[in-house]
């Protein structure tokens, strides 16, 4: 086995989607880009359906029409769940949890056009009016992917912000970017080299919580 398994947990542990920390001065080399979309498309695939495409967007026009397709749609959003916050009672922990929550988003709706990078992946065929087999696979064989770049990224100091609101206006995104019809975008991650020294591991369910022993909620 030549695998550093310390070293393995280590990036699978601490990489987050990064917002704040993405340096918004420094240009990511395409050299980059290309190492990592090589190594994401050693992830898993069904069947050899080896029909993914990354849209790599570094044209600072481009970024910015896409920077407003997705304020179109993410602007909206925030603003109904921050209604939503304060509909709670006063006090109510999920109120301060969703206004924490939201006010990242918003920074990142109203920064979002001075990404360096915009790297959109997407995937031959369409399958909104498919039933749950046939849209389980198709996204099955181009999210593995996005993963390993995000992870491919992570070992080589950049980080990346996973977003899919933009889809929401799928149609104005492809058109700016010249994109066919018969392709789905599945996801757009926000990339550049970050800022600070490292990550840690995030504060998640207990594991023992979310594994289901032979049988739905039988956690032991």
Known sequence: MDIDRIEADKLLTTTRGVRRRLDFKRPVERSVIEDCVRIALQAPIGARDEKQHFVVVTDPEKRAKLADVYRGIALPYIAEREALAASLESGDPNADLILGNLGL?????????????MVLMAKEGRVEKSDTFTQASFYGSILPAAWSFMLALRARGL?????????????????????PEDVTQAVMLNVGYYTGDTFKAATRVP?????HWDHWGAHA
Do not use: F
């Not at 594991?207 to 594994?211: G, L, M, R, S, V």
């Open 105 to 117: 988003a918003k920074w990142q709706a109203e920064t979002m056009h001075e990404v360096p990078c």
């Open 159 to 179: 980080g990346a912000c996973w977003t899919t609101l933009h889809i929401g206006n799928e149609r104005e995104a492809a058109k700016i970017l010249g994109m």
């Open 207 to 211: 594991a023992k919580d979310q594994i």
